[in-house]
T-cell receptor
C-alpha cells in the first residue's frame, strides 16, 4: 500500500466551482506539504503544516486554502477554481525527527491532475 | 525570482555512458541540497542529498557534487541505464531557515539503448 495517497487522481471542473483535493499518509510524519507543478516551472509550494495546529503559506497560496484535519490528513481547497489553476498537484510529508536536523527528506504522493475549464 | 535553476530542460545520453545533470542556486543561505527523480504519473522520489559541509556524496551509481563558491551542484549517473529515464529535480533548503524546499524546473533525462 502507498504511504502517501491522494484523491482524486484526476479531476475536471468548471470555472467558479469549489474543489477539494485530499491527502492521507500512513508514514506517521508530522509535516505535510502541498505543491503544484506546471510545465517548465518545477514544483512550487502552496501551503505547509508542521503539525495539526500549524498552517503556513508557501510561495503561491493565493486562491487556495488548506485544512489539517489530523496528523495523517491534509486537504487543499480551491474556493473558486480558475483556469490558471490547471496543474498537477502533489502532497508530500516529512518527519521532523528523522535526522535531527531542520530539513528532512520529503515523500510525495502520486499527484492529482486538475483541469479547470 | 528563480532561486534554484536547472538550465537544461532535457538531456539525452547513450546507455552505459555518464549522465551529468546540473543545478545552480542563488541563495547563499541554502546549505542542504537534494535530487529527486520523477517518472510519469508518479510523484517525485528522493534520490540523493548533500550537506554544504561536504563537496561530494556517493550512493551506488549516483554521485552529487557541490561547488559552494560557484553555487553549483551536479548529479552524475554512471553507468546510465534505460530505467534512469525520468525527470530529475534538484531542490535546496536552509537548515536554519524556513525549513522548506525550493525546487528547480527539472531536467528530462532520456537514456538511449
Amino acid at each position: 500500500d502507498a504511504d502517501v495517497t491522494q484523491t482524486p487522481r484526476n479531476r475536471i471542473t468548471k470555472t467558479g466551482k469549489r474543489i477539494m483535493l485530499e491527502c492521507s499518509q500512513t508514514k506517521g510524519h508530522d509535516r505535510m506539504y502541498w505543491y503544484r507543478q506546471d510545465p517548465g516551472l518545477g514544483l512550487q509550494l502552496i501551503y505547509y503544516s508542521f503539525d495539526v495546529k500549524d498552517i503556513n503559506k508557501g510561495e503561491i497560496s493565493d486562491g487556495y486554502s488548506v485544512s489539517r484535519q489530523a496528523q495523517a490528513k491534509f486537504s487543499l481547497s480551491l474556493e473558486s477554481a480558475i483556469p490558471n489553476q490547471t496543474a498537477l498537484y502533489f502532497c508530500a510529508t516529512s518527519d521532523s525527527g528523522a535526522s535531527g536536523g531542520a530539513v528532512d527528506t520529503q515523500y510525495f504522493g502520486p499527484g492529482t491532475r486538475l483541469t479547470v475549464l | 525570482d528563480q532561486q534554484v535553476k536547472q538550465n537544461s530542460p532535457s538531456l539525452s545520453v547513450q546507455e552505459g555512458r555518464i549522465s551529468i545533470l546540473n543545478c545552480d542556486y542563488t541563495n547563499s543561505m541554502f546549505d542542504y541540497f537534494l535530487w529527486y527523480k520523477k517518472y510519469p504519473a508518479e510523484g517525485p522520489t528522493f534520490l540523493i542529498s548533500i550537506s554544504s559541509i561536504k563537496d561530494k556524496n556517493e550512493d551506488g551509481r549516483f554521485t552529487v557534487f557541490l561547488n559552494k563558491s560557484a553555487k553549483h551542484l551536479s548529479l552524475h549517473i554512471v553507468p546510465s541505464q534505460p530505467g534512469d529515464s525520468a525527470v530529475y529535480f534538484c531542490a535546496a533548503s536552509a537548515r536554519r531557515g524556513a525549513q522548506k524546499l525550493v525546487f528547480g524546473q527539472g531536467t528530462r533525462l532520456t537514456i538511449n539503448p
